[in-house]
Structure formats: C-alpha cells, structure tokens
C-alpha cells in the first residue's frame, strides 16, 4: 500500500517500501522592475561636460609663485635648499656636533597631544599680546640670526622690514650685516631689539649698547650661552669661513644657485656691521671676541647701564632663571642656542612648565619667552599653552629668506600666523589668554 505524505504536514513519515519525494518549493516572486536614475546609465560624455575639468594651468615660474605654493615651513625649507649653496645652507641649517639637541628640540613639539574645547566661539581669532611693556600683533618675533646676509644678500633688511610689516619685534644681531643705524632707517616704525655679546674689550660693548639706545632700540637681549664657540661640524667639514670663500669646490656649488652668486658678488661685500673687518672661522671669531670670564656681576652693570628693557637669552635651567631675575632682567629666553653650541643641552619646551611654575611661585612678573625647535604655528601655540608670554623664530624666517629674499620672509610669516588662527579655532579658544596648560599634554620626554 502506498501512502501520501501531506506537503502541510512536515512531521509525517514515508511508510516502508516508499519514497519521499518532496513538494517543489513555490516560486519566489520576481524582483520589481525600476528604471535606472540618469546619472548611472552609461552615455558619451560631451565636450560641455568635459571642459570644466580640462582647466590645465600654464605654468608659473615666478617668486611669487614659487614660495605661494609652499604652505608649511619645511617646505620652504625644501625651496631654500635647492636655492642657497651648501655651506651657508648648513650654516643656518645646522647644530653642534651629532645635532641630537636640534633633533630633540624639533621632537618636543611633536610628543604633545592637543586637548580641544568644544561648541565655543572662534568665529574670530585674536592672535596679538602684550610683550615687555609693548602690543605685538603676533605672539612670535624673529630672533637675533648672525651673517644674515651671507644666506641671501637681503638680509637683515629683509626680515626687520618683515617684522614691520607684520607689526612684530625685530632683534638685530651683535654679528649682523647690517647695521644698527641701518636697520632703525630701513624699518623706522618697526619695534627694534637689539642683542648683545659681551666682548672682552668692554669699551666696545659700551659703544654697541649707546648706539643702540640712540637709535631707538626699546629692549636690549643678552645671549649667555656662548662662553666658547660650539662644535658646527657641518661648517668645519665645509670649510665655512666669514665671508664665502671662492674656492674650486664653491664654483662648482655655484654652478647650481647662480642667482645666489650673482647677488653676492654685486651687492656690498659681505662685513660685520657692529665689528671690525674680519676673515676667517666662525669658531675662532667667537673664541677671540667673547668673554668667557662673564659673571652675574657682568649682569649687574648691564642693568645699571642700559635703561630699556633687559632680557638674557640663553636660560637652560630653573636656578639660572631665577637668578638673572634676580639680578634685574625683565625677561629671559629659553633657549639653547638652537642646539649650536652644548649637544644634549635641555629642551626649552621641556623646561618651559617649570620655569613658569617657579616665577608663579615668585610672584614675578618677568617675561618668559622661547626658542629653539619652533617650525609650526601649531608650535608656537603649545609653547604659549605651556606658559610661554611669547616666542622667537631663527631657523624658521632664514628659510623664508633663502627661499626668496624679504617676500619669503613674508611667506614664513604668513604660514605662521595661518598655522595658529587655525589651530586655536580647533582648540576652541579666541584669544591667547584663554590657552592653559590644559589644552596640552606631553605624552613623554
């Protein structure tokens, strides 16, 4: 006998001696048909739809061009490479011996960590402070730089002027090539600081110091680190000497900046505005030159002399800051001298919360300002977080000035200032007082 499994009932069973053959599965319903919309059906593109995206530009050459195409500071850096021949390049470019200070100091600012605010107002960013007594439009200044001119032939006259028109300070160096009666015209509304080595021949610091209160200088920064000259290795394998010399391997180098060669040789001949005429290395300038016999009492007279405002750049530690205080400096800058004189010096970042924690403790109102490793405006706004009243650029505005003259000086400035109206907005604050150390964390040392 044969029996029929029901298809509604899955729980049956075939009898002995039968086969379960089960029910076709009904058939699903078809997909409902739709139309493609228009902007996937595949078509020949027409020429109208095509000429928008065929805008080729036509090259552009120009300086201008040139550094507008450059939006950080490396690479501005990049530009002034290819342009500045190798041994003023490594000039600016370059440390003390392995260059692990520089290397640390440029790592500081990248081991942080932003912490932003939100759902604030930064429909407008103020970026302008108050530095010794005066507004400044920029939290940042350009630091004193040595044979400025030997990097490109505008020199000092280019980053003072810069510095004018941004409405920041200047600070003119004692081994400058320009002149403090020179830079005072060229920038005649500019805010003019100059910096001061202390010589051995104290008649000549003397004369340095009246011609630079003359001449309308409001602030007077003396550098402290440089009791001997710092092993620049880059300068001693190239052969670096004050000025360039023309030697076989120079003209070969020149083959490839001629634009820089050709501004050398036929602007004013390359000189010390502030010393004598002098030939040979920077090394032994600085061992002949420089006092290295400097005391807190050498600090003294200088108070006692110059009536502006007195700032000692070269502080490495918490005591020295505290003692140049002390000993009536109105400020002090962290510095180590860009990592061109002691290898593994401290950091200023590093040392900057301490520093600003001991003046709190002091209740002193003394200016802390600081340098070395700045290469971003994102920088300069850690720094200021920290507790910096204020920053100075070296290397950062020489690269601009290599890179073309006084309108990369411009340049640097311009990527500077972008750099920090744009991370303050993303930090959630409107104006330098508003940072605090809680908008920064320093994930390691």
């Given at each position: 006998?044969?029996?029929?499994?029901?298809?509604?009932?899955?729980?049956?069973?075939?009898?002995?001696?039968?086969?379960?053959?089960?029910?076709?599965?009904?058939?699903?319903?078809?997909?409902p048909s739709y139309?493609?919309?228009?902007?996937?059906?595949?078509?020949?593109?027409?020429?109208?739809?095509?000429?928008?995206?065929?805008?080729?530009?036509?090259?552009?050459?120009?300086?201008?061009?040139?550094?507008?195409?450059?939006?950080?500071?490396?690479?501005?850096?990049?530009?002034?490479?290819?342009?500045?021949?190798?041994?003023?390049?490594?000039?600016?470019?370059?440390?003390?011996?392995?260059?692990?200070?520089?290397?640390?100091?440029?790592?500081?600012?990248?081991?942080?960590?932003?912490?932003?605010?939100?759902?604030?107002?930064?429909?407008?960013?103020?970026?302008?402070?108050?530095?010794?007594?005066?507004?400044?439009?920029?939290?940042?200044?350009?630091?004193?730089?040595?044979?400025?001119?030997?990097?490109?032939?505008?020199?000092?006259?280019?980053?003072?002027?810069?510095?004018?028109?941004?409405?920041?300070?200047?600070?003119?160096?004692?081994?400058?090539?320009?002149?403090?009666?020179?830079?005072?015209?060229?920038?005649?509304?500019?805010?003019?600081?100059?910096?001061?080595?202390?010589?051995?021949?104290?008649?000549?610091s003397l004369e340095?110091?009246?011609?630079?209160?003359?001449?309308?200088?409001?602030?007077?920064?003396?550098?402290?680190?440089?009791?001997?000259?710092?092993?620049?290795?880059?300068?001693?394998?190239?052969?670096?000497?004050?000025?360039?010399?023309?030697?076989?391997?120079?003209?070969?180098?020149?083959?490839?900046?001629?634009?820089?060669?050709?501004?050398?040789?036929?602007?004013?001949?390359?000189?010390?505005?502030?010393?004598?005429?002098?030939?040979?290395?920077?090394?032994?300038?600085?061992?002949?030159?420089?006092?290295?016999?400097?005391?807190?009492?050498?600090?003294?007279?200088?108070?006692?002399?110059?009536?502006?405002?007195?700032?000692?750049?070269?502080?490495?530690?918490?005591?020295?800051?505290?003692?140049?205080?002390?000993?009536?400096?109105?400020?002090?800058?962290?510095?180590?001298?860009?990592?061109?004189?002691?290898?593994?010096?401290?950091?200023?970042?590093?040392?900057?919360?301490?520093?600003?924690?001991?003046?709190?403790?002091?209740?002193?109102?003394?200016?802390?300002?600081?340098?070395?490793?700045?290469?971003?405006?994102?920088?300069?706004?850690?720094?200021?977080?920290?507790?910096?009243?204020?920053?100075?650029?070296?290397?950062?505005?020489?690269?601009?000035?290599?890179?073309?003259?006084?309108?990369?000086?411009?340049?640097?400035?311009?990527?500077?200032?972008?750099?920090?109206?744009?991370?303050?907005?993303?930090?959630?604050?409107?104006?330098?007082?508003?940072l605090t150390p809680?908008?920064?964390?320093?994930?390691?040392?």
């Amino acid at each position: 006998m044969t029996h029929t499994i029901q298809p509604n009932n899955p729980e049956a069973t075939p009898a002995p001696g039968t086969t379960d053959i089960p029910a076709a599965p009904a058939a699903s319903p078809a997909p409902p048909s739709y139309a493609l919309p228009p902007a996937l059906k595949r078509r020949i593109p027409k020429y109208s739809d095509l000429a928008p995206l065929m805008q080729f530009k036509k090259p552009e050459f120009s300086k201008e061009a040139r550094l507008k195409r450059a939006s950080t500071i490396w690479e501005l850096r990049d530009i002034a490479k290819r342009r500045t021949p190798k041994a003023p390049f490594d000039y600016t470019d370059g440390a003390a011996e392995e260059e692990i200070t520089l290397r640390r100091a440029r790592q500081a600012f990248l081991d942080i960590e932003f912490r932003p605010g939100i759902l604030r107002n930064v429909s407008s960013i103020d970026l302008s402070t108050d530095i010794l007594g005066k507004p400044s439009r920029l939290p940042v200044g350009i630091a004193p730089t040595g044979f400025t001119r030997m990097m490109q032939s505008e020199g000092e006259y280019a980053g003072s002027r810069a510095a004018e028109a941004a409405g920041i300070p200047y600070t003119l160096s004692t081994m400058g090539t320009a002149s403090i009666e020179d830079v005072a015209a060229a920038a005649p509304n500019g805010r003019n600081w100059f910096q001061l080595y202390l010589w051995t021949d104290r008649d000549r610091s003397l004369e340095l110091i009246e011609r630079a209160a003359k001449a309308g200088n409001d602030t007077l920064m003396v550098t402290v680190d440089t009791a001997v000259a710092g092993a620049r290795l880059r300068d001693v394998r190239n052969g670096m000497t004050i000025p360039p010399a023309l030697t076989v391997k120079t003209v070969l180098d020149a083959s490839y900046r001629p634009a820089w060669w050709f501004n050398f040789l036929t602007h004013e001949p390359l000189t010390f505005a502030s010393l004598s005429r002098y030939t040979g290395t920077v090394a032994d300038l600085i061992n002949s030159m420089f006092d290295p016999t400097l005391t807190f009492e050498d600090l003294d007279w200088l108070r006692e002399t110059w009536k502006g405002k007195l700032v000692v750049k070269g502080i490495q530690t918490v005591e020295d800051a505290r003692r140049v205080v002390d000993h009536g400096a109105d400020g002090v800058v962290l510095s180590n001298h860009g990592g061109r004189q002691l290898d593994r010096a401290p950091i200023p970042f590093h040392l900057l919360p301490e520093v600003k924690q001991a003046f709190a403790g002091d209740n002193s109102e003394a200016a802390i300002i600081l340098d070395t490793g700045i290469m971003s405006g994102a920088d300069i706004v850690a720094a200021l977080a920290l507790g910096a009243d204020f920053t100075l650029i070296g290397r950062a505005y020489l690269y601009g000035l290599m890179a073309g003259g006084r309108a990369g000086v411009d340049r640097a400035l311009q990527i500077l200032e972008k750099d920090m109206a744009r991370t303050m907005a993303l930090l959630g604050v409107s104006r330098i007082s508003e940072l605090t150390p809680e908008h920064v964390r320093l994930l390691g040392k």
